[in-house]
């Protein structure tokens, strides 16, 4: 895979050199974060249109900063401070599913035990990412706060790839049973779904799909990814095919955006900002058509 | 005669049997000593005051509550080769008005099992989704609409297609009719019947007496207990119209 990485490296940083790419190409690390960019666009916009329907857009949130306990767990055991995956992923999961088991054997309704579970992350991982900073260079903080596109590495596409594949082979055929689950999961358990096994799998899915994402987002941000291409679509859509593909659109757009035009113009602003604020941008756009268009006028009331 | 009604297969509907069956949540007694039977291939109605617990029992058929007792699903008398499926129209789908689902997409989730409903359906199932839809009264026109601005007789209409799809052994029915209209009210009883002609077994949570006098096979009064339970002269002549509309305890204590 990593030769495969390099050739098409190589490739792309020649046509950069001839002048058929823009500068930016010419940087390995830009190439990495755009290969990057290619999976987590369409992946996210497509999870996040389910994020939204489901309402647990702070569920990703409370994932993102549990990442940051992840991390600082990792560079207390000595593992690599860059690539802390193992100890992310299995803080990160325990964590999704103590909070979903919760959300099961609770009276709290799912929005106060988020938020609790949230300040709870925040917490915890704020503290002991600082309590861990004299350890380490603080650029990977900032790094695993707002995401950098320097950092991303070999290791960090291939744990993207294989995300990649697990949500696809695991979220794409589950997708209708989720949705009915979500509106009424008498009739999706009477027509043979597992109402309670499709919530756990679903939150498995976030979380490995946060922490993958994680070195291009940034913990603080990767939940705005999930949650601002699927609002701004189901701003000026009434199906849900324009809604998944249009949200897949917007985030892959504000991915590439976001990475590239900072490096095109120089400015020294984190990836994971710069591709919020392009999401932000399409959100403002489709609310302001949603505003004016007669055709999505509402009730008022 | 159309397409669709050609449609629908002969199948053999279950045998149902409820044994001592009680149910409680969170401390609370929702049925007692439940104990009837009905026979396969009948519609049978339940009756009863709101909160009595027929939607409680519905629900205890398709084994999504922790109850105690025996319920009884008998399939002997069908053929192994025969599908046997279970259709339910839950009481009513609430969904935000702005959520981007079209009542094609509803369908889609609801029936396609693999393949996500942002790729579309498969064109038989379409043909199906489509001649169902124009039975229940949804026509093309309602069709690219999302569910959430239907009304409450359109999404109860909604409902029951997809019920319909695959074509049920035992169709359990929570209050379908309730907030239709005299006209879907026949659409959907139509249906009922129809089903019932090529076998199925129904159980129908119902409250407009005279369609159960119409359509019904025989008859349980439900409040918490089992009131009376028979063919439906024998339960609707006999039983004091009054327990029907009293509040659950009241009608409890009149009959013991």
């Known amino acids: 895979m990593d030769n495969l990485y390099e050739s098409l490296r190589q490739w792309l940083q020649q046509l950069a050199t001839q002048g058929d790419l823009p500068l930016s190409f010419q940087y390995g690390f830009v190439i990495n974060a755009l290969l990057c960019a290619l999976f987590i666009g369409p992946l996210l916009g497509a999870v996040g249109t389910m994020v939204v329907t489901k309402k647990m857009a702070f569920f990703s949130q409370a994932i993102g900063n549990a990442a940051m306990t992840g991390v600082a767990i990792g560079v207390l055991l000595g593992e690599s401070y860059t690539e802390p995956y193992v100890s992310m992923f299995i803080f990160c999961l325990l964590f999704a599913l103590a909070l979903n088991f919760t959300k099961h054997n609770s009276n709290l309704s799912a929005d106060t035990l988020i938020g609790v579970f949230l300040s709870i992350s925040l917490a915890v991982g704020a503290s002991l990412l600082l309590f861990v900073s004299a350890k380490v260079n603080t650029h990977i903080l900032e790094a695993v706060l707002f995401g950098s596109v320097l950092t991303v590495s070999d290791t960090d596409i291939n744990v993207l790839i294989l995300v990649s594949i697990l949500v696809v082979a695991i979220g794409g055929p589950l997708f209708n049973q989720l949705l009915l689950a979500s509106l009424n999961p008498s009739l999706a358990a009477a027509r043979g779904a597992r109402v309670k096994l499709l919530e756990y799998i679903f939150v498995i899915i976030i979380t490995v799909l946060t922490v993958a994402c994680l070195k291009i987002i940034g913990a603080v941000l990767v939940e705005a990814l999930l949650l601002i291409p699927a609002a701004a679509a189901r701003n000026v859509i009434s199906s849900m095919r324009g809604f998944v593909f249009l949200s897949m659109a917007i985030a892959t757009v504000s991915c590439f955006a976001g990475i590239l035009i900072p490096m095109e113009f120089d400015l020294p602003i984190p990836s994971g900002g710069a591709i919020v604020m392009v999401a932000a941008l399409f959100f403002i756009i489709t609310t302001l058509i949603a505003l004016l268009s007669p055709r999505f006028q509402r009730a008022g009331l | ?256």
């Open chain 2, 1 to 256: 005669m159309s397409a669709s009604e050609n449609a629908l297969k002969t199948t053999v509907g279950p045998a149902l049997k409820m044994q001592q069956l009680e149910l409680s949540l969170a401390n609370t007694s929702i049925l007692q000593d439940i104990n009837f039977a009905i026979k396969a291939g009948e519609v049978h109605c339940l009756v009863g005051p709101n909160g009595g617990g027929k939607t409680s029992l519905l629900r205890c058929l398709l084994g999504q509550m922790p109850h105690r007792g025996t319920v009884t699903i008998d399939y002997s008398q069908s053929p192994d080769e025969l599908p046997r499926v279970t259709g339910y129209v839950p009481q009513q789908l609430h969904m935000e008005k702005t959520l981007p689902l079209t009542v094609n997409d509803f369908m889609a989730i609801a029936c396609e099992s693999l393949r996500p409903v942002f790729f579309g359906r498969s064109k038989a199932r379409k043909v199906i989704c489509d001649e169902l839809l124009d039975r229940v009264g949804l026509g093309a026109n309602k069709r690219r609409r999302p569910v959430g601005s239907l009304s409450g007789g359109e999404r109860q209409r909604l409902l029951f297609a997809q019920a319909m799809i695959p074509q049920p052994s035992l169709l359990l029915l929570d209050e379908p009719l309730s907030s239709l209209d005299q006209g879907g009210a026949r659409q959907l009883i139509d249906l009922i019947a129809e089903c019932s002609s090529r076998g199925t077994t129904i159980v129908w949570v119902a409250h407009e007496l005279s369609l159960v006098r119409e359509v019904a096979d025989s008859v349980s009064c439900i409040s918490r207990r089992l009131l009376a339970t028979g063919s439906v002269d024998d339960v609707l002549n006999n039983i004091d119209p009054d327990i029907l509309y009293r509040p659950v305890s009241d009608s409890v204590e009149a009959v013991l």
